[in-house]
């Protein structure tokens, strides 16, 4: 149903992949079909990634939700480790060495780097996009730029299916 061809040029994978990931939106019928397929992209478009998934705001902190990769943390509060940063300042958050950074939570002992993008419905936090590297500075601003604007699309995708 869906293929996946990458590009040396990183930019075009991540074109790719936000491509694939709105052309699947209109097929999932739930919340969790859609992020599971997300992570699926992300995973099979970007090279060099150990995990790959959301954390969803549930009754004031971040439960796991759909990804790929090893097993994760099913609970993280919020101001707690990158994805807690991330959702306490409503922020994106890069790591280039999430052992340099205070309170890192290391659901994978594999992981060294770490990006994390808010996910909004109507202003609201709604979750996070989270990514993790075995590699020492693996992610980039282009990267976090291309997941901000991911995150936008999934925000409003969430909005018309009743976050």
């Known amino acids: 149903m869906y293929?996946?061809?990458q590009s040396p040029d990183p930019e075009k994978n991540l074109r790719r992949m936000v491509a694939a990931i709105r052309e699947s939106l209109p097929d999932a019928p739930t919340q969790t079909a859609a992020l599971a397929n997300a992570s699926a992209f992300m995973m099979a478009y970007l090279q060099r990634l150990n995990w790959a998934g959301f954390y969803v705001m549930t009754e004031g902190r971040l439960t796991v939700g759909p990804f790929q990769?090893?097993?994760?943390?099913?609970?993280?509060?919020?101001?707690?480790?990158?994805?807690?940063?991330?959702?306490?300042?409503?922020?994106t958050v890069l790591v280039e060495d999430v052992h340099t950074f205070p309170g890192h939570i290391a659901c994978d002992s594999?992981?060294?780097?770490?990006?994390?993008?808010?996910?909004?419905v109507r202003d609201v936090l709604w979750g996070v996009i989270d990514l993790d590297s075995p590699d020492l500075g693996r992610f980039t601003a282009l990267e976090a730029?291309?997941?901000?604007?991911?995150?936008?699309?999934?925000?409003?995708w969430l909005e018309g299916h009743h976050a």
């Open 110 to 120: 594999a992981s060294a780097s770490e990006l994390v993008v808010p996910i909004f």
């Open 69 to 91: 990769g090893m097993p994760a943390c099913t609970e993280i509060a919020i101001g707690a480790g990158v994805c807690g940063a991330a959702a306490a300042q409503k922020a």
């Open 3 to 5: 293929t996946v061809v």
């Open 145 to 156: 730029r291309y997941f901000e604007e991911l995150a936008a699309l999934l925000g409003a």
